[in-house]
């Protein structure tokens, strides 16, 4: 149960729960708005046999399913999580946009390779975070919300609930494993990226960018990153999303395609070859709704 105060005297007892009050959590928003309905799915036909534990594809233009393997098994997701530690951070920006880099915040090997004592914006930070899968960027992101590390991740998982998604759940933001029960469902991936790509020029933006500079400032080094996102240069109209990978999660990767008038999300959880089986998974697509895929690498 949630309260709504409209003054000091009167109050509303409402049936909702906190994290949906707009007055409690800057972060809800209508559960079934970004809802996919996966049971609607064009019929297979020898479709390609791939090594991931779990896939799903969805043409967001013909709101169907064409492809699917597993989609609601839990599994770690790796570095998949900084999609949504991109959307709190998105959601929620310091009024004086610098943010503090502190020796906590240097952590995994991916890394943008900040330093102690630094100060960037939250664009740099995300360009950092989402190009170069940045763990360092994560943390500074985190450590710099209003009320802080745990706050931020709270948020994340509050973010969840109020897309309604119910098999995911964040211990960090970075996706390193050793921090407890972290984990998701292709499924749940598919919302979290529909909802960024949906609301957010700057991710959408920033996740098909192949490469991109961040100047030298009194405050900070030179930063020059690369998209690390397999096919966004190899497979005409992949713009982005993100990778992911850790020994216990296996080789994840979203991606989304643009092609022929035709919006695809395409998820891969533990693949051994993320690369070709998205290849795959993205040519079978485009077939089965009498497209010609494009020539790729």
């Known amino acids: 149960m949630g309260i709504f105060s409209f003054n000091e005297k009167y109050s509303l ?6 994290f949906l009050m707009l007055t409690k959590n800057s972060q809800a928003s209508a559960l079934d708005l970004w809802k996919v309905n996966i049971d609607d799915k064009i019929p297979e036909f020898n479709p390609p ?30 570095s998949l999580t ?18 503090v880099v502190k020796k906590a915040n240097l952590v995994g090997e991916d890394s943008m390779g900040l330093e102690e004592g630094e ?6 930070l ?7 899968s940045g763990n360092d960027a994560a943390e500074v992101i985190a450590g710099n919300f209003l009320y802080g590390r745990e706050a931020f991740v709270k948020a994340m998982n509050d973010k969840a609930k109020t897309l309604g998604i119910k098999d995911t759940n964040f211990t960090n933001p970075t996706g390193l494993e050793g921090d407890g029960s972290q984990y998701s469902t292709a499924y749940d991936l598919l919302v979290m990226t529909r909802y960024a790509l949906s609301n957010f020029p700057l991710f959408s933006e920033i996740v098909q960018t192949p490469e991109y500079k961040i100047e030298k400032t009194f405050t900070h080094a030179e930063y020059i990153l690369e998209n690390e996102t397999n ?3 190899t497979y005409p109209g992949v713009k982005g999303v993100k ?9 994840c990767l979203v991606t989304y395609l643009d092609y022929k008038g035709h919006k695809i999300i395409a998820i891969l959880l533990n693949s051994e070859n993320r690369r070709d089986e998205m290849k795959q998974l993205l040519d079978y697509s485009l077939k089965m709704q009498a497209i010609v895929p494009p020539p790729h690498g």
């Not at 007892?13 to 906190?18: A, E, G, I």
């Not at 998105?90 to 943010?99: A, C, F, Q, R, T």
């Open 49 to 78: 046999i791939i090594t991931a534990n779990s896939a799903l594809v969805y043409d967001l233009t013909s709101k169907k399913v064409t492809y699917s393997k597993n989609p609601k098994k839990r599994l770690p997701l790796a």
């Open 13 to 18: 007892l409402s049936p909702l729960p906190n």
């Open 243 to 251: 990778t992911g990978y850790t020994n216990e999660a296996g080789l």
């Open 126 to 132: 995300l360009y950092g975070l989402l190009l170069h």
């Open 231 to 233: 096919l966004l240069t």
């Open 82 to 99: 900084k999609i949504m530690t991109s959307i709190i951070a998105l959601e929620n920006k310091k009024d004086n946009d610098k943010y």
């Open 119 to 124: 100060k960037l914006s939250r664009k740099e």
